[in-house]
């Protein structure tokens, strides 16, 4: 199964400045992956796919790097509202899909 | 509205068993792959099982492989999931996802999730 691995597992970013979470696959996974946010008490919405496109109606300060085993998901001004816990998902290839174990952002 | 609706879990014994069903509305239901993801207490997200758009495809992750089975109705628009044999390890929120993929597409990612639904295996 390809292991995703993400850094760090948390962080706190002050208000109105840059979030850089990253996520390493054990193995190439090319561009088939995505990035999600979860909310407190809230089911994942899906924020980025294909590394880099964003889903529809996701703010425009969120944007994904990456392809083969390196990925980044940045926020570029951190909003009170991004506080989340952010999941990278592999989709290469055939099942399992796996996530990352997941990273909380907080507010500093 | 495009929404997934959860129901049947609970509390339920060591060795029971509990059927999940997810209601689907506001897309083509046929079109795309279903799955379901857990999420133990605390913890990260897991894949469990997923099904293709006609139902004739379906996987699943190595630690429910010969207890759980997945299946869908497509003329109700609804998506299940049979769990037997279960385990303290099972015990979760169950999300029904819609996936991205349709046919024969190999590239899973989730669009749409439910709220979920919480499975407790316990005595």
């Known amino acids: 199964d390809i292991v995703m691995t993400q850094s760090p597992d948390s962080l706190a970013v002050s208000l109105g400045e840059r979030a850089t979470i990253n996520c390493k696959s054990s193995?190439?996974?090319?561009?088939?992956s995505a990035w999600y946010q979860q909310k407190p008490g809230q089911p994942p919405k899906l924020l980025i796919y294909?590394?880099?496109t964003r889903e529809s109606g996701v703010p425009d300060r969120f944007s994904g790097s990456g392809s083969g085993t390196d990925f980044t998901l940045t926020i570029s001004s951190l909003q009170a509202e991004d506080v989340a816990v952010y999941y990278c998902?592999?989709?290469?290839?055939?099942?399992?899909?796996?996530f990352g174990q997941g990273t909380k952002v907080e507010i500093k | 509205e495009v929404q997934l609706l959860e129901s049947g879990g609970g509390l339920v014994q060591p060795g029971g068993s509990l059927r999940l069903s997810c209601a689907a509305s506001?897309?083509?239901?046929?079109?795309?792959?279903m799955t379901w993801v857990r999420q133990a207490p605390g913890k990260g997200l897991e894949w469990v099982s997923g099904i293709r758009g006609g139902g004739g495809d379906t996987y699943y992750a190595d630690s429910v492989k010969g207890r759980f089975t997945i299946s869908r109705d497509n003329s109700k628009n609804t998506l299940h999931l049979q769990m037997n044999s279960l385990r303290a390890e099972d015990t979760a929120v169950y999300y029904c996802a819609k996936s991205s993929a349709t046919g024969t597409d190999i590239y899973w990612y989730f669009d749409l999730w439910g709220r979920g639904t919480l499975v407790t295996v316990s005595s």
């Open positions: 193995q190439s996974v090319l561009y088939s």
């Open positions: 998902q592999q989709y290469y290839s055939s099942p399992p899909w796996t």
């Open positions: 294909w590394a880099s």
């Open positions: 506001g897309f083509t239901f046929s079109t795309y792959a």
